[in-house]
């Protein structure tokens, strides 16, 4: 089961590494200033991971300008956080999938697997099916995406088009990268709201 990964402590280390990754590479890229980047990170509860969830989570990589008169922010994307989300992206992704399929049973034990009433799963699966394909994101990444995804089972879509296998690691760090620019400041923008 997929739900078996997410219980892995190795997944959850295994993603800092590839957000650390993300980091590095949004730090180098520096200010559009100039201006060199100093960490400035947000703290995090998480919630919905294992309970030896690393330390890591408690905070979110984000950066600040050094430059007087700038000090502006830069968020870099992220594998383990949705945006400003309180649960880690991989479990909203997977409650939200795994929600489609509406019996009382099913809900009764995503709820207690990952510490998410009824209101929550259905403000995520609301989240996929209703706001996030109206997204100017989604309406230029969909076309990445061989074959198409139908809108009307997001998430679960996506998860069976990147994740072959409920231990496969490789699968969520490609569909967590494909969705990683969502997490950024202005990521989630609706097609023509600007």
């Not at 009433?117 to 995520?124: D, E, H, K, Q, V």
């Not at 998430?155 to 069976?160: D, G, M, Q």
Request: net charge positive; charged share 25%; proline share 8%.
């Amino acid at each position: 089961m997929y739900h078996d990964l997410l219980r892995d402590a190795r997944f959850w280390s295994f993603l800092t590494d590839v957000d650390r990754d993300l980091a590095e590479a949004a730090r180098r890229q520096a200010c559009p200033c100039g201006g060199r980047l100093h960490r400035a990170n947000y703290p995090r509860k998480p919630r919905g991971g294992p309970p030896d969830l690393p330390a890591a989570y408690s905070s979110r990589v984000s950066f600040c300008c050094a430059r007087d008169g700038c000090r502006k922010r830069m968020t870099p994307p992220s594998v383990r956080f949705l945006g400003r989300r309180v649960y880690l992206g991989a479990v909203v992704i997977l409650v939200a999938a795994m929600r489609q399929g509406p019996t009382p049973r099913r809900v009764r034990e995503l709820s207690g697997l990952f510490d998410a009433n009824r209101r929550t799963i259905n403000r995520w699966r609301a989240f996929w099916q209703g706001y996030f394909p109206l997204t100017t994101f989604w309406k230029v990444a969909r076309g990445r995406l061989v074959p198409t995804v139908k809108v009307d089972v997001l998430p679960r879509a996506l998860l069976e088009a990147f994740v072959r296998s409920g231990q496969d690691r490789d699968g969520w760090k490609k569909l967590l990268l494909f969705l990683s620019p969502i997490t950024t400041p202005g990521g989630l923008v609706i097609a023509g709201s600007i």
